[in-house]
């Protein structure tokens, strides 16, 4: 009798151990979104798209950006730079300069927006490349994942002193 209570009893154990490793597959997994028809839009780009390359592990580095190369061997080089929220500043912040300057390749699908008259705007990359030539003031969010640059928006400083 001993002997059945402790198979009964391991079958049990077995079964939810399956059930709880097994629980969340075939489910909704965010990660395993596919955007494969999804119109690439302004809103989506700086929303949905952003946040899912986030989780999906993407490094995010803040700075101004120059492009270099040529159609289809496009590099990415961003100065990095810091907001710095600080009250003591005309509108409560300041840009640091990190000092450094990252290069990074363009993906195949790399999603790119600029301001353009006061408005985030989709752009193709030779207006974006006419766009941050010679401009060393804007900023930018660059989206990195593993080496490859995946994702460009627009960085308002003011939207971070307000998130503070």
Do not use: H, W
């Not at 909704?28 to 780009?45: A, C, I, K, R």
């Not at 270099?68 to 061997?73: F, I, L, P, S, W």
């Not at 593993?146 to 002193?161: K, N, R, S, Y």
Request: aromatic share 10%.
């Amino acid at each position: 009798m001993k002997k059945k209570g402790m198979r009964i009893l391991l079958a049990g154990l077995v079964s939810a151990f399956m059930i709880t490793a097994f629980a969340g597959c075939g489910g909704n997994d965010d990660s395993d979104l596919d955007y494969g028809d999804q119109e690439f839009t302004v809103d989506f780009l700086t929303g949905d798209y952003a946040q899912q390359l986030t989780t999906d592990g993407a490094e995010t580095v803040v700075g101004n950006v120059t492009i270099t190369g040529e159609e289809g061997n496009y590099t990415v080089q961003v100065k990095q730079k810091e907001v710095v929220v600080n009250e003591n500043y005309d509108g409560g912040y300041y840009i640091a300069d990190r000092n450094m300057t990252s290069e990074y390749a363009f993906g195949s699908d790399v999603g790119l927006v600029i301001m353009k008259d006061g408005e985030p705007t989709l752009c193709d990359v030779p207006e974006f490349i006419e766009s941050v030539q010679d401009d060393d003031t804007s900023l930018y969010t660059v989206y990195v994942m593993g080496d490859t640059v995946e994702l460009i928006l627009p960085l308002d400083p003011e939207t971070m002193v307000s998130e503070n």
